[in-house]
């Protein structure tokens, strides 16, 4: 029910069904086997599902390169299994720089993840050397057939282009969370991979792809901790889901590639709202596709159960012991990148109102909206209905709260911006003026200094006066920010 504005959720859902199934009947036609054409569909639910970068010619180049990261993995995967201590090393190094890979945006995120998939696929189907052209030329079909879709079939960010991602948080050597996180998601996949292993020899895996999961799309231990609740939840009701649908199939191929594509369009379709709506859809496939390898029964599904809470018990270990990143670190610091955003916006639509034709306001707002969306990412953990934490989880809802007024109004600052017929008068002057001094009490300083408006424009314009408004909002929320913000911490954690 979350809101789908221009319903590019349904869209790109509905294209990443067609997207895998062109890919899977690509496989079967050309006779490769089962476990191939899984794979294939696998690498192309991968490739629609993480590759993200805000310009379609970056898509294109980054689903170029996933095989120049995935398949050298596929082939290490295949070698190794029956020398486990070598492969188990060579798993955690792949997760380490996988994580790491994070620190160069949309890419390298989308690289390290179809680097560790590939190596969990192996794992999934058992492959062997004997297998791998097979299923390399799986991997290389499908990407063809979902790169088709994307880009030529159903191109739907040529419509509607993703926003840019904020980027990564910086720093240096152990101060950037990209680090941080490389050594904590490493250190929790090497006790999922002990943990896995003393539950199931053979379906230990899970245990390490619940541990890595968990760190996806999280920078701070309060993230880590609230993912990994909400992926027990939906492994949890996944399961039981499984039971009443995957078991009674048997594996029959036609239902069960049915019911296959409904888990592909809610996987898709509930990502960003819902983490655990998500894992619910990924774990009906799981026992569906284990129902096409003919090995799926009830204790498969307990054992599944009991391999992710391996991993998040993993994940929550390593998040607290090891180069733990406070919620309150990450917050702080996206918190004043929005604020900078606010006041970017700000002095982009007053350069624009006093007839600068090259000033951009809009990108601006979009930067805002994805900072924003970045920040309650990082709350997400104090405002959870299971948080004990009262007195915090009050200040984090009024920063939110306040940051939303600020989105609000610099929407409407924005809109009146690009109104051709809009003009100023020379309270814009003191009104922007009144913003930036607001930035500068809650952070120190500001990035750029709004350009003063000529004070002989004319005066008392409908757009001068909406546009006012919108400033004299903006102030009041950045002045009522100064409180939640200045006051007793109201993210540490």
């Not at 294209?15 to 086997?33: D, K, M, N, Y």
């Not at 702080?332 to 916006?345: F, I, L, N, T, Y």
């Amino acid at each position: 029910m979350a809101p789908d504005p221009g319903l590019f959720r349904l869209r790109v859902s509905l294209r990443a069904v067609l997207g895998i199934g062109l890919a899977v009947t690509v496989c079967e036609s050309a006779g490769l086997s089962l476990p191939a054409s899984i794979t294939g569909g696998l690498a192309a639910l991968l490739a629609l599902f993480t590759v993200a970068d805000p310009t379609v010619r970056g898509q294109a180049v980054t689903t170029a390169l996933l095989p120049v990261a995935g398949l050298p993995v596929l082939a290490l995967a295949s070698a190794l299994h029956t020398v486990p201590v070598v492969r188990d090393a060579v798993w955690l190094a792949v997760v380490f720089a996988g994580v790491y890979a994070r620190r160069w945006g949309p890419r390298g995120n989308a690289l390290g993840i179809f680097a560790f998939m590939t190596f969990f696929i192996a794992q999934f189907l058992r492959a062997v050397p004997d297998l791998l052209p097979e299923l390399s030329a799986a991997v290389a079909l499908s990407l063809g057939a979902a790169a088709a879709v994307r880009f030529g079939l159903w191109c739907v960010e040529r419509r509607t282009p993703l926003p840019a991602a904020p980027a990564p948080l910086d720093g240096r050597g152990l101060a950037r969370p990209a680090t941080r996180q490389a050594f904590q998601a490493t250190a929790a996949c090497a006790f999922a991979v002990a943990a896995g292993q003393l539950l199931s020899h053979e379906r230990w895996y899970w245990a390490v792809g619940t541990a890595w999961w968990i760190f996806v799309n999280t920078a701070s231990r309060g993230e880590t901790l609230v993912r990994g609740f909400r992926r027990v939840v939906g492994t949890v009701t996944g399961i039981f889901a499984g039971l009443l649908v995957a078991v009674p199939l048997h594996g029959a191929p036609v239902p069960t590639a049915v019911l296959i594509a409904v888990c592909v369009f809610g996987i898709f379709y509930t990502a960003a709202p819902s983490y655990s709506w998500m894992m619910f859809f990924v774990t009906v496939m799981a026992g569906l596709l284990y129902g096409l390898l003919g090995v799926l029964h009830p204790g498969l599904l307990g054992l599944r159960l009991a391999e992710t809470g391996a991993g998040a018990l993993g994940a929550a270990l390593a998040v607290a012991l090891v180069l733990p990143i406070t919620t309150h670190a990450v917050t702080d610091r996206w918190v004043r990148r929005a604020v900078h955003a606010v006041h970017g916006c700000t002095a982009a639509a007053a350069r624009r109102l006093a007839g600068d034709a090259e000033a951009d306001p809009a990108s601006r707002a979009a930067e805002l909206e994805a900072l924003l969306a970045r920040v309650r990412q990082a709350l997400a953990p104090l405002v959870h209905p299971l948080s004990p934490l009262r007195a915090r989880k009050a200040r984090a809802l009024e920063v939110l709260a306040l940051l939303d007024m600020c989105a609000r109004e610099t929407r409407g600052l924005v809109a009146v911006a690009a109104d051709p017929d809009a003009s100023h008068d020379a309270r814009l002057t003191a009104a922007c003026l009144r913003v930036e001094t607001a930035v500068e009490t809650l952070l120190g300083a500001v990035p750029e200094r709004v350009l003063p408006v000529p004070t002989s424009a004319p005066g008392h314009h409908p757009g001068a006066e909406r546009a006012l408004g919108h400033l004299h909002g903006l102030e009041r929320a950045l002045l009522a920010l100064a409180t939640p913000l200045r006051g007793a911490s109201p993210v540490q954690a």
